[in-house]
């Protein structure tokens, strides 16, 4: 028998189940279960766009805790300007080169951002797939700017997905990480997000962040930046607000 | 594992109580964790969750060849390793290797008690590599040469003036006894040391069998660089430390923030496993899995211990238990302290050697009410206390005292004859006199019974017993009925 055979022999003779007859999943089906997702996945489809608005607030009012900056803005335009400012008020934390790096994604180009800074020396870096020396920029960089797969409005959460030019480090190194995402990639719950990567399971590594990095280790009290950015923002592409339906509190989201 | 003395629990509670930081520190944690967690489960609504997860951890367990199975296959599918380890001693041989083939000269750690239950660190130091704890408790605990004493709060037993002492001295910074800027230079630390090392040593919250994935939560971040930037990732990961699928998981997480926490999610929950795929821009070029059985499957074999495995390692247990609460994890000389350590500690580590703790417990219940699959701890700590008394050749234990177990069967001749029973009753009563102290408790018996009172009070037996009391009281109402009857 091999290392593996031997080792799961042990285990069937602690469960009292022959040691030498090797069993499968088939024989115990209900712990494999699949369930059935099609409620979540009806509910994510026919969700309409003012729910998803409502969720968006949720998602603002959740956030505040986590110390995670929620940014609503009705186009590509407010994006990159608003990104922008994020980009120019922050200062470097490991050097005085101001360099940012962004993920090579077809949303993060079109915020042209490269064009933002023409008065400013901000290098921007993208990682592309083809680039050797992503890590180095990575490291290099104060600011990192990633499009995550979806958010979840309840726990305020991004997750991402690595993959060709989306590395794990963007989020990461920086001292400050800015997400992008359309907001009808926002999800109400956990439980969606499950569902979804239970549809189509990742090869890749996932990471589900919910604001910048934080420590309680001395005397329970918090702080922020302990090892990742310490510094976090959502910007939300909302291109259907109206002037009566913001997220300032006027119209659909009356204020409380 | 280092050897702990016979004496070593009472010392150390001692010395645990007698510490005026660590009680401030206790009581800090248990005042917002422990009554924060009960609170929490009291005003939910929906218990469902607990139940459900408590339900699919015991089924996961009851299949654990299976389960174990389709992780490693799925984890060699993506072109990651598996090693199955029996005992300590393979675990750590395997890292070693692993280490020692690839020319490791700094490794980062990611907070993992496995890697202390093995003794893992040691090891990897002799091969003259350089070994660092990331999160900022453990690095804490690394620099002052100290031990863990929380499973989720490592150094929650020192103060930030001794914190600013040790950064000071060696960081060499200026004193400071401000957490952010104690965080901030540890930070400055350990972010170089992140970026430089060559291999990342993490635990395993949970493993998920159908996905081949290793889950992995933190708040700070340094797990996720410790499986990001070094060219190899091992993880060490207990048996038992496994969900079937990704839909287990997810309520093993929820109960695992809400416990640890009071979180509704943790900063990051990372999912990894596999070197990094083709067209991946980052992550290690190589993964390992290690596998821990190191008795686990002795426990699995019991059925009246097998619900221990369950346990998510929330430390839920340790923020609401009084025993802890006073004399803190020091106490328990194992990487799992409290009323979890308590049970797990002697079923891993040896039932006689780590006899004190499951009797140093209060068996008041408050870890079953708080625990978030509610694990019933009171009854294991019960059966340990059994196995103790009247020895178990299956756990290599033997009767514990022989004038212990005499005494208690003269108690029970005793208490079960009346009149004998009450005449000592008597007699104890005005023997007892000389032994009451100041106080109006018993501090002091003779004899034998002088090992009782060495670490605990005895109220004296009441002047009038109750025996006595509830036949007057009985024979006045009897009269009462009686002379009604007469008048009546």
Redesign the interface.
Same mark, same amino acid.
């Given at each position: 028998m091999d290392?593996?055979g031997? $080792?799961?022999a042990?285990?069937?003779?602690?469960? @009292?189940?022959p040691g030498e007859e090797?069993?499968?999943?088939g024989?115990?089906r *209900?712990?494999?279960?699949? @369930?059935d997702d099609g409620d979540i996945f009806d509910r994510i489809t026919y969700r309409t766009h003012v729910e998803k608005q409502s969720l968006l607030k949720l998602m603002m009012e959740?956030a505040v805790p986590?110390n995670l900056g929620v940014h609503p803005v009705r186009s590509f335009a407010a994006a990159a300007r608003t990104i922008g400012d994020i980009v120019s008020a922050a200062r470097p934390e $490991?050097g005085d080169i101001r360099q940012i790096i962004q993920h090579d994604d077809d949303d993060i180009a079109r915020l042209q951002l490269w064009k933002k800074f023409a008065g400013q020396a901000v290098t921007v870096h993208t990682?592309y797939?083809a680039d050797m020396a992503? *890590?180095e920029k990575a490291?290099a960089s104060y600011v990192g700017i990633t499009a995550p797969r979806w958010a979840v409005a309840?726990?305020a959460?991004i997750v991402e997905i690595?993959? +060709?030019?989306? +590395?794990?480090?963007t989020s990461?190194l920086p001292s400050v990480h800015i997400a992008l995402l359309r907001i009808e990639h926002l999800l109400a719950d956990?439980?969606e997000a499950?569902a979804l990567?239970?549809k189509n399971?990742p090869?890749?590594?996932?990471?589900?962040? #919910?604001? +910048? #990095?934080?420590?309680?280790?001395?005397?329970?009290?918090m702080?922020h930046?302990?090892?990742? +950015?310490r510094e976090m923002h959502l910007v939300v592409i909302d291109e259907r607000m109206t002037a009566d339906r913001n997220y300032q509190g006027s119209g659909l989201f009356p204020a409380e | 594992m280092s050897d702990v003395e016979k004496s070593a629990y009472r010392r150390d509670a001692r010395r645990g109580i007698d510490d005026e930081c660590l009680q401030s520190g206790l009581q800090k944690i248990q005042n917002r964790f422990g009554k924060g967690a009960m609170h929490y489960w009291a005003e939910t609504a929906d218990d469902g969750l607990r139940d459900r997860v408590k339900k699919s951890r015991m089924e996961t367990l009851e299949n654990l060849d299976v389960v174990l199975s389709m992780l490693a296959d799925n984890i060699e599918a993506a072109g990651g390793h598996v090693y199955y380890a029996r005992t300590a001693e393979d675990a750590v041989d395997y890292c070693r290797r692993v280490a020692v083939k690839n020319e490791v000269k700094s490794v980062v750690k990611g907070k993992s008690m496995t890697s202390a239950e093995i003794g893992l660190d040691a090891v990897l130091e002799a091969e003259g590599m350089e070994v660092t704890e990331t999160d900022l408790g453990e690095f804490i605990i690394q620099l002052g040469e100290d031990r863990p004493s929380h499973i989720i709060a490592p150094c929650i037993h020192l103060d930030r003036q001794r914190i600013g002492r040790l950064f000071q001295e060696k960081l060499d910074i200026p004193y400071s006894e401000e957490p952010p800027e104690l965080t901030q230079a540890a930070r400055r630390a350990l972010r170089k040391i992140l970026l430089e090392a060559d291999m990342g040593i993490t635990g395993c919250n949970f493993a998920v069998a159908e996905t081949g994935k290793i889950s992995l939560v933190s708040n700070e971040g340094n797990i996720r660089m410790s499986t990001t930037m070094p060219r190899i990732h091992l993880a060490l990961m207990g048996i038992e430390r496994v969900a079937a699928t990704m839909s287990d998981h997810q309520g093993m997480l929820q109960l695992l923030t809400r416990g640890a926490a009071l979180q509704k999610l943790s900063t990051y929950v990372s999912f990894v496993g596999g070197p990094r795929q083709p067209g991946d821009p980052d992550g290690p070029e190589e993964f390992h899995l290690v596998m821990i059985d190191n008795g686990r499957s002795r426990i699995l074999a019991d059925e009246e211990f097998r619900e221990v495995l369950a346990c998510i390692r929330c430390g839920a247990c340790l923020n609401i238990c009084p025993v802890y609460g006073k004399i803190g994890g020091h106490a328990y000389n194992s990487p799992y302290p409290g009323p979890i350590g308590a049970v797990v500690s002697p079923l891993l580590f040896g039932i006689n050697r780590y006899a004190d703790l499951c009797k140093g417990e209060s068996l008041c219940g408050a870890c079953l009410d708080v625990c978030p699959v509610r694990i019933d701890l009171p009854r294991m700590l019960l059966a340990l206390r059994r196995k103790l008394a009247y020895g178990d050749p299956a756990w290599q234990t033997t009767r514990h005292k022989w004038l212990e177990a005499m005494g208690f069967r003269l108690w029970r001749t005793l208490i079960a004859s009346g009149p004998a029973y009450r005449l000592a009753l008597r007699c104890a009563g005005l023997l007892q006199k000389p032994f009451i102290s100041k106080s109006g408790m018993i501090k002091k018996m003779a004899g034998p019974a002088s090992a009782w009172t060495r670490d605990r009070d005895l109220p004296p037996l009441a002047s009038e017993p109750f025996s006595r009391r509830w036949k007057k009281k009985y024979s006045q109402a009897a009269k009462a009925t009686s002379s009604e009857v007469d008048n009546g």
């Open positions: 290392e593996k031997a $080792f799961l042990t285990i069937r003779e602690a469960l @009292g189940y090797v069993r499968t999943a024989e115990c *209900r712990l494999f279960d699949p @369930g959740n986590l $490991f990682s797939q992503v *890590r490291i309840d726990s959460t690595t993959g +060709p030019g989306r +590395p794990r480090s990461l956990l439980g499950y990567l239970r399971p090869q890749e590594s996932v990471v589900f962040i #919910s604001g +910048p #990095s934080k420590t309680a280790d001395i005397e329970a009290h702080v930046g302990a090892h990742g +950015p | -």
